[in-house]
């Protein structure tokens, strides 16, 4: 079992940045998919960045290259989402995922919300005007 808690959210205005944490515990997660999604209210969630804990490639949704990086520290079990030039459309709830995967999956599979087991609660961005 993996528990995934997410922490560094807040209301920030556009173009300023953010980072974003997600803190695993319980079982290891070395050679684990994780990932970020995030989703608006009445929208289909969507896939921000995920990656390989055991070699930290990353793949990227659309809407995240070029603006955010995704990276995980192992000693700290930590996964992170550095998010700059931030905009209104980048307000949502972010959610960290986790789950066993193949680190020669491609970036269809990183980026696939339903293909993982473990999922935290969420934390809220807003990016005001």
């Known amino acids: 079992q993996v528990q995934l808690q997410e922490s560094g959210g807040g209301s920030v205005q556009a173009g300023g940045s953010l980072r974003l944490s997600c803190a695993a515990s319980?079982?290891?997660?070395?050679?684990?998919?994780m990932g970020w999604f995030r989703q608006v209210p009445g929208k289909e969630r969507e896939a921000v960045a995920a990656?390989?804990?055991?070699?930290?490639?990353?793949f990227y949704g659309d809407s995240a290259k070029g603006r955010f990086t995704i990276n995980y520290d192992n000693f700290k079990r930590t996964l992170y989402l550095q998010m700059n030039s931030l905009k209104p459309e980048d307000t949502a709830m972010y959610y960290c995922?986790?789950?066993?995967?193949?680190?020669?999956?491609?970036?269809?599979?990183?980026?696939?919300?339903?293909?993982?087991?473990?999922r935290g609660q969420g934390t809220q961005v807003t990016v005001s005007s």
């Open positions: 319980g079982s290891t997660v070395t050679t684990y998919c």
């Open positions: 990656l390989y804990t055991s070699s930290n490639s990353p």
């Open positions: 995922a986790a789950d066993r995967c193949l680190g020669y999956a491609g970036s269809w599979y990183f980026l696939t919300y339903d293909n993982y087991k473990y």
